[in-house]
């Protein structure tokens, strides 16, 4: 499904503060807020606005730890900020200080 919009250098910022942010929360074990931030990340102008809706359902229907929903839901993000950055020119990369733990992680996936 093709995003409703194209993604723009403001998105990426607000989408990488709100995952470092969220990152920094699950790593204080502040899980309920960290999830709230990963929400907010992959909402940020989504590929498929259901997407989100239904891992949250998946979620809610097993026995998983609050800690293991947090993981589920920052994996999501990551995946969903590495699509937006991958949607940028090399010119509008340069404009985004993306962090370099999450080139990284993002280069070892690819």
Same mark, same amino acid.
């Given at each position: ?12 910022? &607000? /989408?990488? $503060? %709100? +995952? !470092? ?6 790593? *204080?074990?502040?899980?309920? &807020? /960290?999830? $709230? %931030? +990963? !929400? ?6 989504? *590929? ?9 359902? !998946? ?52």
């Amino acid at each position: 499904m093709p995003r409703e919009q194209t993604v723009s250098v403001e998105q990426v910022r &607000e /989408a990488q $503060e %709100l +995952f !470092k942010n969220g990152m920094d929360l699950h790593q *204080e074990k502040k899980f309920k &807020e /960290a999830i $709230e %931030l +990963f !929400k907010s990340c992959a909402s940020v102008n989504p *590929e498929d606005a259901s997407h989100l809706g239904e891992l949250t359902k !998946k979620l809610k229907s097993g026995s998983y730890k609050l800690d293991q929903e947090s993981i589920a839901y920052m994996g999501c993000s990551a995946v969903h900020l590495n699509s937006l950055v991958a949607e940028l020119t090399e010119e509008e990369k340069e404009e985004v200080p993306i962090e370099q733990s999450l080139l990284e992680a993002f280069n070892s996936w690819h």
